[in-house]
């Protein structure tokens, strides 16, 4: 079990565009929680996705939305890309939903770089 | 307004020494808090939280709701002990973990 995967790795965006970030949670897991993390800055808390729908949404305008699909996988999507949406962007995966006390698991994280 | 607070960012300590990462949080209900961890160069990692009061890698942490603290401590640093350390408190009622506030995290370093 690879656990939790992210792509790409890396991301070089220019301001305005929109980008598509990836995450495949561990097997097993059915919850993916999105974490924006800014240099020096811990993650901060975007939303979570469990039954395809999202159940819990952190301080992010409607430019970050989300996904989640019959696989459990999940897609971040940011509109109109500003400066300040560079960062690292961490999902993680649990199991059973948003009362659920399983432990949660990081993936590696994307790099978006907003030029 | 719900917060963590971890002051000091980097903490250097010769092995054998013992460790104390102070963590501070507020919120106005039950807290349910945890210590995240992040090695060079791998994934950030669950260390250890306060309901289970367990000690994980010689590590224990207690929730003092008078003082609002849940500092993480260790008696006797190792090498293999270096990494970032992130406090990080849940707004799930009942504690899971999908929604959490996390500190901005303290650099440990243990030299030899």
């Known amino acids: 079990d690879a656990g939790v995967t992210q792509s790409p790795t890396h991301l070089i965006k220019t301001r305005g565009q929109q980008v598509t970030l990836r995450c495949s949670p561990k097997s097993g897991h059915d919850t993916v929680s999105w974490y924006q993390q800014a240099l020096g800055q811990g993650p901060q808390f975007i939303f979570q996705y469990y039954e395809e729908e999202e159940r819990q949404r952190g301080n992010f305008p409607d430019r970050f939305s989300g996904h989640q699909f019959p696989n459990y996988s999940s897609e971040l999507n940011v509109n109109a890309l500003l400066l300040g949406d560079s960062a690292l962007y961490l999902c993680?995966?649990?199991?059973?939903?948003?009362?659920?006390?399983?432990?949660?698991?990081f993936g590696p994280g994307t790099r978006l770089t907003v030029l | 307004a719900q917060r963590v607070t971890q002051p000091e960012k980097l903490l250097s300590v010769f092995k054998g020494a013992p460790v104390e990462l102070k963590c501070n949080y507020s919120y106005s209900g039950s807290p349910e808090l945890f210590w995240y961890v992040q090695y060079s160069r791998q994934r950030l990692q669950l260390l250890l939280r306060h309901i289970s009061r367990e000690s994980i890698k010689g590590f224990t942490a207690d929730l003092n709701k008078g003082e609002t603290s849940f500092h993480l401590k260790k008696p006797f640093a190792q090498e293999e002990d270096s990494a970032m350390y992130y406090c990080?408190?849940?707004?799930?009622?009942?504690?899971?973990?999908?929604?959490?506030?996390f500190g901005k995290g303290t650099k440990l370093s243990v030299k030899p």
């Open positions: 993680a995966s649990t199991s059973g939903g948003t009362s659920s006390y399983n432990e949660q698991f």
């Open positions: 990080a408190l849940s707004r799930n009622y009942g504690g899971s973990q999908g929604n959490l506030i």
